[in-house]
T-cell receptor, first 116, second 115 residues
Framework: AQSVTQPDIHITVSEGASLELRCNYSYGATPYLFWYVQSPGQGLQLLLKYFSGDTLVQGIKGFEAEFKRSQSSFNLRKPSVHWSDAAEYFCAVGLNYGGSQGNLIFGKGTKLSVKP | DTGVSQDPRHKITKRGQNVTFRCDPISEHNRLYWYRQTLGQGPEFLTYFQNEAQLEKSRLLSDRFSAERPKGSFSTLEIQRTEQGDSAMYLC?????????????FGPGTRLTVL
């Protein structure tokens, strides 16, 4: 069955430090992969997406992610974290075969705290 | 702003009452999804519309839940005889006709609290 695992429930980094959030997926076909960010009490904002081609994708707010098929991973990175990046981050895979209508399977999220 | 909108943003109700939520997708998007998000979890798929047709329903969508999209524009999600376990954030997302890649745009959500 399709699934997304985000191994880290909560991460704290210092402002200005680098960040990597991990995401592993289980899917039987070429995945469509997404990272979303959610601020408290808000909906989800799309940070970046991977469909095909270059395995390093750039997103908004200075984020990037790298797709590694051999490791079934799609880790999110940012070289220098800002206090405004504190939020919850969700990795998702888009279902695109087997009669699915394209709904997303999400991980449980990683909450990011930023120390001043 | 032409993003996805949801109404109300917050709803508090007593157990056993019925509630209805509304979602207005981005105007040129013909595909619409509902998700439910409970505390500490990622969103979980509930149901999907393409235009006015409801094409997919999750097993999470019990018979107390019903969703409609009568004219292929806005959608409503109704929960009958609410239970405390229905307390969650209900998220709506829309997707453009031309996107073959599941890219979805989310609304701000409706937070439901069942007392």
């Amino acid at each position: 069955a399709q699934s997304v695992t985000q191994p880290d429930i909560h991460i704290t980094v210092s402002e200005g430090a680098s960040l990597e959030l991990r995401c592993n997926y289980s899917y039987g076909a070429t995945p469509y992969l997404f990272w979303y960010v959610q601020s408290p009490g808000q909906g989800l904002q799309l940070l970046l997406k991977y469909f095909s081609g270059d395995t390093l994708v750039q997103g908004i707010k200075g984020f990037e992610a790298e797709f590694k098929r051999s490791q079934s991973s799609f880790n999110l990175r940012k070289p220098s974290v800002h206090w405004s990046d504190a939020a919850e981050y969700f990795c998702a895979v888009g279902l695109n075969y087997g009669g699915s209508q394209g709904n997303l399977i999400f991980g449980k999220g990683t909450k990011l705290s930023v120390k001043p | 702003d032409t993003g996805v909108s949801q109404d109300p943003r917050h709803k508090i109700t007593k157990r056993g009452q019925n509630v209805t939520f509304r979602c207005d997708p981005i105007s040129e998007h013909n595909r619409l999804y509902w998700y439910r998000q409970t505390l500490g979890q990622g969103p979980e798929f509930l149901t999907y519309f393409q235009n006015e047709a409801q094409l997919e329903k999750s097993r999470l969508l019990s018979d107390r839940f019903s969703a409609e999209r009568p004219k292929g524009s806005f959608s409503t999600l109704e929960i009958q005889r609410t239970e405390q376990g229905d307390s969650a954030m209900y998220l709506c997302a829309s997707r453009p006709r031309t996107s073959g890649y599941n890219e979805q745009f989310f609304g701000p959500g409706t937070r439901l609290t069942v007392l």
